[in-house]
Every structure is written in structure tokens, then in C-alpha cells.
């Protein structure tokens, strides 16, 4: 154990270790009772092979109903994330994440004719893995929980795509 943690810096003079890093992908957004689909994208700054910042914005693909009744759509989110990263080899990366975000939905009650448009803040963490096939471009897996103030509905967010070092 102790070789593998003396080799860790090794690899992570390998990685691009500082620099701007951006992706584009599609999450899968549960907010416990609707399942809804967004695509996202990414822009950040890696300010050496430990710890980076990050922004994310999604805009929301389709709405879910919800046994026939309500209809939620996601109409967008950004969020705001300090990111620490663990360089396992040049080309892959485990990383957390925490943040703070806002996130805007709409519901529907079908036949009815009524609607609303709300959006709430959140406190969010969550972690993944990123691997760089040929060093700048690469895929991105992640998961982030989103827990909203004030409220008792949270989200949990499961993410792919892919993503470049610049």
C-alpha cells in the first residue's frame, strides 16, 4: 500500500496537471418521483493535479408523468463545484465534488390546465471518474446528490459524456 501512495505523485506529474478542462454530456436527473432526462456542460480550471474549480449548467430534455396526473419538466440547472482530484494513472482521475446550485422545474397537472414554474437552491456533492484516451480528449462518469434547502424533495444525478483538457 505504502509503493502505491509513494507512486501517486509520479503519475500525477504525467497528467495535465493544471489548465482548462470543459465536457459536454446527458444525465438522468431523479427527483424521486419523476425520472427526467438534460444535457449538460461543463468548464473548469484545474489549478494542479489536486484541486480544480468547476461550473455546470444543464437544460432539461422531455418531462415525466407521474401516474397520469402531474407532469414535471426540468427547464435548467447551474451549479458551482470545488473539485479535489486523485490522478490514479496519466490518463485517469477519481474526483469529488462539492457545490452549490439552483435548479428551475416545471409541473403540470394534466386535464386541469394548471401549471407552475419554481426554482429552489442547492447544496450538492457527489464524485466520478474521468478517463483520457489520448490525454486531452476522454469520458467523464459521475454522480451528484442534490439536496435542496427548504424543502424535503432532493435529486440524485447520474451523468456521462465526454469530456477535453485544453
Same mark, same amino acid.
Given at each position: 500500500m505504502a509503493a502505491v501512495l509513494a507512486a501517486l505523485p509520479a503519475h500525477a506529474q504525467g497528467t495535465s496537471a493544471k489548465g482548462v478542462y470543459a465536457g459536454i454530456g446527458y444525465a438522468r436527473v431523479n427527483f424521486g418521483k419523476a425520472d427526467l432526462d438534460a444535457i449538460q456542460g461543463r468548464l473548469g480550471y484545474r489549478f494542479g493535479p489536486w484541486v480544480g474549480v468547476e461550473a455546470e449548467a444543464a437544460a432539461g430534455l422531455g418531462s415525466d408523468a407521474v401516474a397520469d396526473?402531474? #407532469?414535471?419538466?426540468? #427547464?435548467?440547472? &447551474?451549479?458551482?463545484? /470545488?473539485?479535489? =482530484?486523485? !490522478?490514479?494513472? !496519466? #490518463?485517469?482521475?477519481?474526483? /469529488?465534488?462539492?457545490?452549490?446550485?439552483? *435548479?428551475? *422545474? #416545471? =409541473?403540470?397537472?394534466?386535464?386541469?390546465?394548471?401549471?407552475? *414554474?419554481?426554482?429552489? &437552491?442547492?447544496?450538492? =456533492?457527489?464524485?466520478?471518474?474521468?478517463?483520457?484516451?489520448?490525454?486531452?480528449?476522454?469520458?467523464?462518469?459521475?454522480? *451528484?446528490?442534490? &439536496? =435542496? %434547502? /427548504? /424543502?424535503?424533495?432532493?435529486?440524485?444525478?447520474?451523468? %456521462?459524456?465526454?469530456?477535453r483538457r485544453f
Open positions: 396526473v402531474v #407532469k414535471y419538466k426540468l #427547464k435548467h440547472q &447551474e451549479s458551482l463545484y /470545488g473539485v479535489a =482530484f486523485l !490522478p490514479l494513472t !496519466p #490518463k485517469l482521475d477519481v474526483f /469529488g465534488r462539492v457545490g452549490y446550485g439552483y *435548479t428551475r *422545474t #416545471k =409541473f403540470s397537472v394534466l386535464d386541469t390546465g394548471f401549471s407552475n *414554474t419554481f426554482g429552489r &437552491e442547492s447544496w450538492n =456533492f457527489g464524485g466520478g471518474a474521468q478517463y483520457f484516451v489520448d490525454g486531452k480528449n476522454g469520458l467523464r462518469a459521475d454522480y *451528484t446528490r442534490q &439536496e =435542496f %434547502i /427548504g /424543502g424535503d424533495a432532493d435529486a440524485d444525478i447520474w451523468s %456521462i459524456g465526454y469530456a
